[in-house]
């Protein structure tokens, strides 16, 4: 059908401009882990495995760093555990489809493929039928270039200047998708709240300030959002605000 | 320091773990029965999310306030901040950060 192949197509092409924070992410990680001592095999592979470029760094760190195996891996799960709540937000969306596309897709749902799946779910003008290939294209084609840009890091990071500050390409990446995200004046204060707390708990351990940070982040949209939380709230006279 | 066989557990571990998480709701019927409210609050997951990995990465608590608003990542951050606002590119959002950066880092060695 012309239509998959179309939403697919398009999917690719709604990545390629993330592409450009990806790649040099990408080098940044592979850069990383080989100054950290891990084989190059083990690297590649957790690039394909793992598909998660924040908590790849940080094992690349912890690694360097000689932390225990038991806290290597709970930091980096408890990094992704903002995986979960991609998850129960795109899962509405996903579960009228085959077994096969309801397990191989999360596997694609990384940080930079889950923001652009969710803005094109959310559009409303298209139809949800073939939306998911649209999904799968944009994640197979980060998955792809993250994989190749990891190599890249691998082959030639080591001669890159750390002058160049190519690590900064992270939170680059980061701040292109957050600021589409800041919808209204909810999704603004949740980022805010989130973004404060973050820097505050930034020297809590295993990296749980990011998690916090990122749920009270979520109270605080909700506390903002115009309308009331339950019907059964009193309702109060009060000067309606007309934008 | 780690065998390569201690490595290759840890990187599985970490992969299977996230993409457990990246999995459970979408096969898990019953979970998608939330509360309004949860459901709600799960629209601000990537503004919260992502904010939280970019603010540290930028603001570095230091002694004084000038130490801390004169950071050159904070500074390229903000302007990069602003052009994602203002056209919604990815690339040039990118190329401003670096570049201001770069500009950034050679003024303040002077």
């Known amino acids: 059908m012309n239509t998959r192949r179309n939403q697919f197509l398009r999917g690719v092409r709604a990545e390629l401009p993330?592409?450009?924070?990806a790649i040099p992410f990408g080098?940044?990680?592979?850069?990383?882990?080989?100054s950290a001592g891990i084989p190059v095999s083990i690297t590649q592979a957790m690039s394909s495995i793992v598909f998660a470029g924040s908590a790849q760094v940080v094992t690349a760190q912890l690694v360097q760093a000689a932390t225990p195996g038991i806290v290597v891996v709970l930091t980096a799960c408890l990094?992704?555990?903002r995986h979960i709540l991609y998850s129960a937000s795109i899962a509405p969306y996903l579960h009228h489809l085959p077994a096969v596309w309801r397990?191989?897709?999360?596997?694609l749902l990384t940080d930079e493929a889950y923001v652009v799946a969710m803005s094109h779910y959310t559009n409303e003008r298209v139809d949800l039928q073939y939306k998911h290939w649209y999904v799968l294209g944009a994640g197979l084609i980060l998955w792809l270039v993250w994989n190749l840009s990891t190599a890249a890091g691998l082959l030639i990071g080591a001669a890159i200047p750390p002058a160049w500050s190519l690590d900064f390409a992270i939170p680059l990446t980061f701040i292109a998708l957050l600021l589409p995200a800041l919808r209204?004046?909810?999704?603004?204060?949740?980022?805010?709240?989130?973004?404060?707390?973050?820097?505050v708990l930034a020297t809590m351990p295993l990296k749980l300030g990011i998690l916090s940070a990122t749920l009270a982040g979520m109270v605080v949209g909700l506390l903002v959002e115009p309308r009331p939380t339950t019907p059964l709230a009193p309702i109060q006279p009060q000067p309606q605000e007309r934008p | 320091m780690y065998t390569p066989l201690s490595?290759?557990?840890?990187?599985s571990s970490i992969g299977l773990a996230t993409y457990a998480m990246r999995l459970v709701f979408v096969v898990a019927p019953s979970l998608q029965q939330m509360p309004p409210p949860v459901r709600r609050a799960l629209r601000y997951v990537p503004a919260a999310a992502l904010a939280a990995l970019i603010v540290p990465e930028l603001v570095v608590l230091s002694e004084g306030v000038q130490a801390v608003l004169l950071n050159e990542r904070l500074l390229a951050g903000t302007l990069a901040a602003a052009v994602a606002w203002r056209t919604r590119?990815?690339?040039l959002t990118i190329a401003v950060g670096m570049g201001s950066l770069w500009l950034?880092?050679?003024?303040f060695s002077l």
């Open chain 1, 27 to 34: 080098m940044v990680y592979g850069a990383a882990a080989t």
């Open chain 1, 184 to 199: 209204d004046r909810a999704s603004l204060s949740a980022a805010l709240a989130a973004g404060i707390l973050a820097l």
């Open chain 2, 89 to 91: 590119n990815v690339p």
């Open chain 1, 18 to 21: 993330v592409l450009m924070g």
């Open chain 1, 79 to 81: 990094l992704n555990l």
């Open chain 1, 103 to 107: 397990y191989g897709l999360p596997y």
């Open chain 2, 7 to 11: 490595l290759w557990l840890i990187i």
């Open chain 2, 104 to 107: 950034l880092q050679a003024l």
